[in-house]
């Protein structure tokens, strides 16, 4: 099934990748990470609707825009914090690692890394697609995650990752990806530049 949580961790950093569905629980998200909101991006506010503090080094906060829902939703804003020593690059290097033996269970996975060795920040532009036995329920995902060093406010060292994820259902894929041969840039270089969220942890 599509909805099944498919969780893909990252030396602590969990991530939606790919198909995952955290937001279907009905509690009221908690602002862990004391952002203020909503979040904008391509010229739309997303607020805070699903959040979660699995173990004491890891925050996770989610993001919708008004008439989008989780599990089905069309594109989602996700802002996660770890607190650890580990370097971008190291994270990244299990992270790559996790998508490639994903990859060979679903040839459906494409992904690209792109680092800025200037500020030490990456992104993973990552392409997912699964096929369901009705195509109505066959799904598209594009995650496009931004990880970068951070000391926060409240003093804590870590990894902050920011990221917009995008899917498209049924007879919606195929001119998502057609586009998306054109104006793939466009959500790296919005993701990219995106002025990253204060965060705060209360001690």
């Not at 906060?61 to 914090?81: R, T, W």
């Not at 994270?91 to 040839?107: F, M, Y």
């Not at 990806?177 to 959500?187: A, D, E, W, Y």
Request: hydrophobic share 40%.
């Amino acid at each position: 099934m599509i909805n099944n949580l498919l969780l893909i961790s990252l030396t602590g950093l969990l991530l939606v990748l790919p198909f995952q569905s955290n937001g279907q629980s009905k509690k009221v998200a908690v602002n862990f990470l004391a952002i203020q909101g909503p979040i904008f991006s391509q010229k739309r506010a997303y607020h805070l609707t699903w959040s979660a503090h699995p173990d004491a080094s890891l925050y996770k906060h989610e993001y919708l825009a008004a008439g989008d829902n989780f599990p089905n939703y069309k594109s989602l804003i996700m802002v996660d914090f770890v607190i650890t020593d580990l370097t971008v690059d190291q994270a990244i290097v299990t992270k790559v690692r996790q998508l490639e033996e994903l990859k060979k269970a679903n040839p459906g996975v494409n992904y690209e890394v792109i680092g800025n060795k200037a500020t030490g920040e990456v992104i993973i532009d990552c392409l997912i697609s699964q096929t369901a036995a009705d195509d109505r329920n066959s799904v598209v995902e594009r995650n496009v995650l931004r990880y970068k060093p951070v000391n926060v406010k409240s003093g804590q060292r870590g990894i902050l990752l920011f990221g917009v994820s995008e899917r498209k259902y049924g007879s919606e894929r195929n001119p998502f990806l057609t586009q998306l041969k054109v104006n793939r840039p466009i959500l790296i270089r919005e993701v990219a530049k995106h002025s990253l969220p204060e965060i705060s942890i209360a001690r």
